[in-house]
């Protein structure tokens, strides 16, 4: 089965598809040249960005609203096709994109949408925010947005989504690097809007546009300081390690880096079968949900020991509740795996036969949880899939400090008191979200800082008029000394 | 070329193998492939169950891994994919036992992945991988191979002195008949008689050395192996891989790394800034000291033509005694072969064409297979090939051309488990007959790593302190 997959250059689709690609589980697409269509997709003069400019705020949030009603999957032809291409390509169950891509309105409600402003100020997105600084000087400070290339991650539509909101916000160009693993909704989203208002400027500024990672002959010309400002690279190592090949100075690079996430129990949720039951429920959730493919999803839990004797014994008993209610998840949240590879697969049979060390339940399609005895966490932890928990005991909090470093992204707590008395702790560990247990995913980075960063504010470019002389500030040189 | 086989060899031939799949090495080739594949797979089958029986038994993994599948019986090839191991399994200890020197636990370990029975092992004394190395030789059969790449976690193969003995005389086997089937001068060699240096551009000694070294000499001679680079320290091999595992668990991790070991880290950069130089020194003493010689070269592809480009370079056409014999494998750095290079590198060399050999194989088995003048890899006869759907590791058909994730089971391995997953790229041709006349299935000659597929693919799950230069920022430091 081969799909083809257009280039959305600038309000343009381009389907000249006649570059072949192998998927991944048995499907090809093809694409257009990107090579031969780069001057359509680069803007042809920075001029060109003006228009955007000439819209007030309101016009964009306005803007924004209409094209929100337009993205009901029920009869918009693009999310369906995006849909297809979901079930095709990538390795989360096609449901789970199916309830993403049903619930992308709520990023355009004008609440959200406003939501979203304040986090940069909306003085500084609608024009110039005026400063009197001490020496009499008058600053003025706008956010603008610069020609970008977003380099998404794949496992579900929200980073094309996102993005879409993020660039019209700040009104600058965007150019999508479509990932492989999710071919649809960046193309879905540029269609959408080209039915809406195929001449307004913020149709004309978001393009998308498949290349193969890392296909030097065309980032060399595309990553150029002449074309773009700024990279901003979600994800993948082996793509941010390509792009920082690109990097050099007049190039900017906003990282949303691989991150995990990890959960500490505190002493006291082992005190009771009714605290053992309802932070079962909770983690089951944090590890289970979209079936563990992103950086909020937990695949260690440290769990620390209230030193009784027959902690372990509880432990082992804890992990299963876990991996019970898993199991007990609903069909939208969470399923067994489809496509299980046969080397994790080993890797788990392998530590179950360490029986010494190691307790593990389940280790199939359905997941697992492994419980390391001795209180040393598996080697692989940080690649844990397919709905696989590590639980490691550990004596007290120093103990499992030690472990955390700054590419744990969230840390769920439970009881909540752990919160409170580690937050700043973790923070310094390099923690860059902390949050009751249970609730990983819901987390909403666009008005929340995502990966430590306040994206919206990270992605434009701060831009600053000054006024010298309406206050006399004498020049330099005529400074009295 | 065909030759006529003798219907009386054959047919003592495939009665020998239904008892000793080994015995092939005592058959020219063109007997060993003379098998029609049905009945060829009959034998193997046969073997298979053999294998399989004894291991649900005597190897504590395969037993487990079995019952886990519910396994009781192999009816068919495809029956036993389930259980094969993969490069995860050789590497399922935990991390931590390697920093703390737990090597009583190692021992317990490796003793599960094969059928040799380690529990009289004493490793409570060994502090380094070399220790316990020189342990395992000493208490019991078990002559331990290591796989490591610069950074990924180290690999232990449990490999006995008696499974290493039969590959080196696979190896030998696979080497005179490649000579003899050269158009030209070259014959195979004599022990006693022919006394010809083995060329070998690797590590002389040490748990990742080429084995077949030793057997050279001990059949042809002392002094014949050229291997410059000495003695592989196992330990010091590892480092850069378990300052990576280590980094990934944070502080603790890092507290973990045995601190004696650390203290060597000058002498990896000393390693690594001498490598090359011998590398180099090698190839001096190939472009003057060996000339006109006759000599085996066992190398990269890349090193072969780099060697024959710089006789090129000088002018010099026929630079060896034309008896000469060539082996190399591995592929060109750029990832394709320059045009005409075999004929190239046969001028410069002096040598026919024929005499330069290609070869695939891989350390988990014991025998690797050759290219045959057709362009084609054929598999051995005690290897049953699969080729596995890449996605989902489902075998795919054994008929027609296949293209997917090459794996075998390896029916030479006697305590070892002989069924593995690779990570290649196979292409299989198992029904078309190879113009060279060997029966039998075949791979083509394009061969590469799955994974390359993937690599375009991005999620946001991840660490960035998977960082391949880990290791390098650490030792450095």
Redesign the interface.
Same mark, same amino acid.
């Given at each position: 089965m081969q799909y083809q997959i257009p280039i959305v250059a600038r309000g343009e689709v381009i389907e000249d598809c006649e570059v072949t690609y192998q998927g991944r589980y048995g499907a090809d697409f093809s694409c257009p040249d990107p090579n031969k269509y780069l001057s359509s997709i680069l803007l042809p003069s920075r001029r060109e960005m003006e228009a955007l400019y000439e819209l007030t705020i309101d016009e964009v949030v306005d803007y924004l609203v209409a094209f929100g009603q337009r993205l009901d999957i029920a009869d918009n032809p693009h999310l369906q096709r995006a849909l297809e291409l979901a079930e095709a390509f990538n390795d989360v169950p096609v449901y789970l994109i199916k309830g993403a891509l049903a619930d992308l309105q709520r990023f355009f409600t004008r609440e959200a949408l406003e939501a979203m402003i304040d986090t940069v100020g909306r003085e500084h997105l609608e024009g110039w925010k005026t400063y009197h600084r001490a020496t009499g000087r008058i600053s003025h400070i706008h956010a603008f947005g610069v020609p970008t290339v977003h380099v998404i991650a794949g496992n579900g539509p929200s980073g094309a989504i996102l993005t879409f909101v993020r660039n019209a916000l700040i009104r600058g160009y965007a150019i999508v690097k479509i990932p492989s693993n999710e071919l649809g909704t960046a193309v879905a989203l540029a269609r959408t809007a080209i039915d809406m208002a195929p001449d307004h400027p913020l149709t004309r500024s978001y393009s998308a546009v498949y290349w193969r990672g890392g296909d030097e002959a065309f980032e060399r010309k595309l990553y150029h300081p002449s074309n773009i400002e700024r990279i901003v690279a979600w994800g993948g190592y082996e793509s941010i390690r390509h792009i920082s090949n690109y990097v050099r100075p007049g190039i900017d690079l906003v990282t949303f880096d691989p991150k995990i996430s990890r959960a500490i129990l505190g002493a006291a949720t082992l005190a009771s079968e009714e605290t053992m039951r309802e932070a079962a429920i909770r983690l089951a959730d944090d590890v289970g949900n979209g079936n563990q493919n992103g950086c909020s999803n937990c695949r260690l839990a440290y769990a620390i020991s209230d030193g009784s004797e027959d902690f372990l014994e509880k432990l082992m008993r804890f992990g299963q509740m876990v991996f019970d209610e898993i199991q007990n998840l609903p069909p939208e949240i969470s399923s067994e795996a489809i496509h299980m590879d046969a080397g994790f697969k080993s890797k788990i049979a392998m530590l179950s036969m360490l029986d010494d060390e190691y307790h593990v339940i389940g280790g199939d399609k359905r997941g697992g949880v492994i419980i390391s005895l001795e209180g040393d966490q598996v080697d692989f932890a940080d690649e844990l899939k397919y709905r696989t928990l590590n639980i490691v005991p550990l004596q007290d909090y120093d103990a499992m400090l030690s472990f955390i470093t700054r590419d744990v992204q969230t840390v769920g707590v439970y009881p909540e008191s752990v919160r409170d008395e580690l937050r700043t702790t973790l923070a310094l560990h390099g923690v860059q979200r902390i949050t009751s247990l249970g609730y990983m995913r819901h987390f909403d980075p666009s008005v929340d800082p995502h990966d430590g960063n306040e994206a919206l504010r990270k992605m434009s470019t701060w831009v600053l008029a000054e006024d010298c002389m309406t206050n006399e500030v004498p020049a330099q040189w005529r400074k009295p000394r | 070329m065909r030759t006529r086989v003798d219907p009386e060899v054959a047919g003592l031939y495939r009665q020998q193998l239904k008892d000793t799949i080994s015995c092939y090495i005592d058959y020219p080739e063109e007997v060993v492939f003379s098998l029609p594949p049905a009945e060829l797979d009959d034998i193997r089958l046969q073997w298979l169950r053999r294998k399989f029986d004894a291991a649900v038994g005597g190897i504590?993994?395969v037993g487990?891994?079995a019952q886990?599948h519910g396994i009781d019986s192999v009816g068919c090839f495809d029956d036993a994919l389930p259980i094969?191991?993969?490069?995860?399994?050789f590497q399922?200890y935990?991390?931590?036992w390697l920093e703390n020197s737990d090597f009583k636990r190692m021992t317990k370990?490796l003793g599960?992945l094969c059928a040799v029975d380690l529990a009289a092992v004493d490793a409570s004394s060994c502090e380094s991988i070399e220790d316990w190395i020189a342990v395992l030789q000493q208490q019991s059969s078990v002559d331990l191979m290591i796989s490591a790449g610069g950074n990924g976690?180290a690999a232990f193969l449990p490999r006995t002195c008696e499974e290493w003995m039969t590959a080196q005389r696979a190896t030998l086997w696979g080497i005179q008949m490649a000579m003899q089937a050269v158009d030209g001068d070259a014959a195979p060699l004599q022990s006693g008689v022919d006394r010809v240096p083995l060329i070998y551009p690797g590590a002389r000694a040490g748990a990742r050395s080429w084995r077949f070294l030793d057997f050279y000499e001990d059949t042809f001679g002392n002094g014949l192996v050229d291997a410059p680079l000495g003695y592989t320290d196992a330990d010091l091999l590892t480092l850069a891989g378990r300052i990576r595992?280590a980094s990934?668990?944070?502080?603790?991790?890092s +507290?973990q790394i045995n601190p004696a070991l650390l203290a060597r880290k000058d002498e990896i950069a000393r390693l690594n800034a001498e490598k090359p130089l011998q590398i180099e020194a090698l190839m001096q003493r190939m472009l003057d000291d060996y000339r006109d010689q006759r000599i085996i070269f066992y190398s990269s592809m890349q090193m072969l033509y780099d060697l024959a480009m710089r006789f090129e370079q000088q002018g010099i056409k026929g630079a060896y005694a034309a008896d000469s014999f060539f082996f190399c494998g591995g592929g060109f750095v750029s990832g394709t072969a320059p045009d005409d290079w075999k004929a190239r590198a046969a001028a410069a060399l002096g040598i026919p064409e024929s005499a330069i050999r290609i070869g695939y194989g891989m350390q988990e088995s014991l025998t690797g297979m050759q290219m045959c003048d057709h362009g084609n890899y054929h598999i051995p006869v005690c290897m049953i090939p699969y080729v596995l759907d890449e996605?989902?590791?489902q075998p795919l058909p054994r008929s027609g051309r296949q293209q997917g994730r090459f794996a075998f089971f390896d029916l030479l391995a006697d305590t070892s488990w002989g069924g593995y997953?690779t990570s290649d790229r196979v292409t299989i041709n198992w029904d078309q007959p190879c113009g060279c006349g060997h029966q039998g299935a075949y791979l083509d000659a394009a061969i590469s790593r799955v994974a390359e +597929?993937?690599?375009?693919?991005?999620?946001?799950?991840?660490?960035?302190?998977? +960082?391949d230069d880990a290791a390098d920022f650490l030792l450095r430091a």
């Open positions: - | 504590a993994i487990q891994m886990q094969f191991y993969n490069q995860e399994t399922s935990p991390q931590s370990w599960k976690k595992e990934r668990k944070g502080e603790a991790g +507290l996605t989902t590791d997953i +597929l993937q690599d375009d693919k991005i999620g946001c799950a991840g660490t960035a302190g998977a +960082l």
